[in-house]
């Protein structure tokens, strides 16, 4: 097999449950669709969208999946990626590049032209900023605050923007705290993307692999069984199980994912199972 991928072996003309695969061949669960309209929506409202789920559970994707297909002429779209040490100054200090501001000397000055930049983008341009802030759950109630005032123009009649904190559950704790009940009711939608259930946990890997050029079965009833119970229907570590129990098949001069070829993946893979 020098020189050639592994995954040529089984058949498939691309790399198998790889993590960058276009959104057009992904999955489209209920879950997905839900999602889907609701950032619409809040597009729609130019209004404030918090959405959690597990680490894995494909929140980042989902948005994705959604954003990229914004016209550039009536959107805007600005993704940014929290940090733990992230404080109001600068939150700023990393949006203004985005939005195409010089970062000033000043802190005040900076935010002050990130907001009037906002403005005129919205009611001059006629292009929606989109702001999503991946990570969210590194952010500090300072920053959640300073974001609740992002929101605040023309004495809170306009919101020349669309926020989106994308994070883990924790969020939706931290925004639970009292001190943030005046951030917790300006979100306009909130959504808590689920796992997969089993039937779809079984439909998304049979989807994936036949969008990577195989319709043969790959994978037996059994072993799709066991991919749930081992991801538990979060799709990123689905993807984990999936590439190892293809890479042990093949391996093992196998073209079917069984029981057998289950049991040498999950072993290789212990060490990344739920907790």
């Not at 501001?101 to 907001?115: G, L, N, S």
């Not at 799709?224 to 799709?235: E, V």
Request: aromatic residues 8%; neutral net charge; charged residues 20%.
């Amino acid at each position: 097999m020098t020189g050639t991928p592994w995954w040529t072996t089984l058949g498939c003309q691309h790399q198998p449950f790889t993590r960058n695969l276009p959104v057009e061949r992904l999955f489209p669960t209920p879950s997905w669709h839900e999602c889907r309209a609701r950032v619409l929506s809040v597009l729609d409202e130019h209004g404030f969208m918090v959405l959690t789920g597990e680490s894995g559970a494909g929140k980042s994707t989902a948005l994705r999946a959604v954003l990229q297909t914004l016209h550039p002429s009536q959107f805007v779209h600005v993704y940014l990626a929290a940090a733990q040490g992230w404080t109001p100054r600068l939150f700023y200090r990393a949006l203004a590049p985005a939005i195409d501001v010089p970062v000033a000397p000043w802190a005040d000055d900076t935010e002050r032209q990130v907001r009037q930049t906002l403005w005129n983008l919205a009611t001059q341009q006629g292009r929606l900023p989109v702001v999503t802030i991946d990570e969210a759950h590194f952010s500090s109630p300072h920053v959640l605050q300073e974001l609740r005032l992002l929101l605040n123009f023309a004495m809170d009649t306009v919101a020349p923007l669309a926020l989106i904190l994308a994070g883990h559950t924790e969020l939706r704790r931290k925004l639970r705290l009292r001190p943030l009940d005046a951030v917790r009711q300006r979100v306009t939608l909130a959504y808590q993307l689920p796992a997969l259930t089993a039937a779809e946990t079984a439909a998304d890997t049979t989807h994936h692999w036949r969008q990577d050029g195989v319709e043969r079965p790959v994978f037996t009833d059994a072993a799709l069984n066991a991919a749930h119970d081992w991801s538990p229907g979060i799709p990123r570590r689905i993807n984990h199980w999936a590439r190892a129990g293809l890479m042990a098949a093949v391996t093992g001069g196998q073209t079917l994912v069984d029981d057998g070829i289950v049991g040498v993946a999950e072993a290789e893979r212990q060490w990344a199972g739920p907790v």
